[in-house]
């Protein structure tokens, strides 16, 4: 469909989802919509990042489960995040002896997760596909701007990664919401380098923009 458009006929759809979230992403009114509401934003670990490891895997095994379908059921997981190799999606695959497709799209992971567990279904390739994202604030804050431990002061526009983890099960059978497309976007640079607004930099992706 067009040049950037694909179209799914077999639809796969999404069965079973599972969410994790942290203590401020629960404060509003999505709370109520989180599966499993964090008390500790650490969930446990030691690190930020084995605890983003740890919701990541979270998700994944409670998407499976809520499929009412076993591990060995499963025919691929299609995972990433916003740490360097994306090591937390990685590190959560290991634990779970199922084929495993990493992606990067940052704030797009999801989407993009979808999108190409869709397309493995739809094209026969795959059964069933975990497709799941995940990030830690503090994490991500080490990763792109000043580690917590530094005490820097936060400019006003400085966005806020979201502690927290989803994942769905996408399956060629069962009931659940359709995946009927998937338009993959293009690399638009408006030149935008403050670190601390990340915002303004991904906000053309949600704009139509027109010659």
């Known amino acids: 469909m067009g040049n950037q458009t694909i ?10 989802v599972s ?17 499993t509401a964090l008390s500790d934003d650490m969930y446990g670990e030691k ?73 493995l279904i739809d094209g026969k390739f795959c059964r069933r596909v975990v497709a799941a994202t995940g990030s830690h604030f503090a994490s991500a804050e080490r990763q792109y ?11 006003p526009q400085s966005q806020w990664t979201v502690t927290g983890a989803g994942g769905t099960l996408v399956a060629e059978e069962g009931e659940g919401v359709r995946i009927t497309g998937a338009t993959f976007g293009k690399v638009v640079d408006f030149g935008i380098t403050d670190v601390n607004n990340m915002g303004a930099a991904m906000a053309p992706a949600n704009a139509i923009i027109t010659p």
């Open 47 to 119: 690190t930020y990042e084995k605890a983003e490891c740890k919701m990541l895997s979270h998700v994944i095994d409670g998407a499976i489960t809520n499929a009412g379908l076993n591990r060995d059921e499963v025919d691929m997981i299609v995972s990433g995040d916003l740490l360097n190799q994306i090591i937390s999606a990685s590190f959560a695959a290991r634990d779970f002896s199922i084929p495993f497709l990493g992606v990067y799209g940052a704030c797009s992971t999801m989407a993009e997760s979808l999108a190409v567990a869709a397309a």
């Open 19 to 35: 969410t994790i979230a942290g203590t401020k992403e629960c404060e509003g009114i999505i709370g109520r919509y989180v599966e």
């Open 7 to 16: 179209y799914f006929r077999n639809q796969p759809k999404m069965i079973s």
């Open 145 to 155: 701007r000043y580690p917590l431990e530094l005490g820097t002061t936060r400019p």
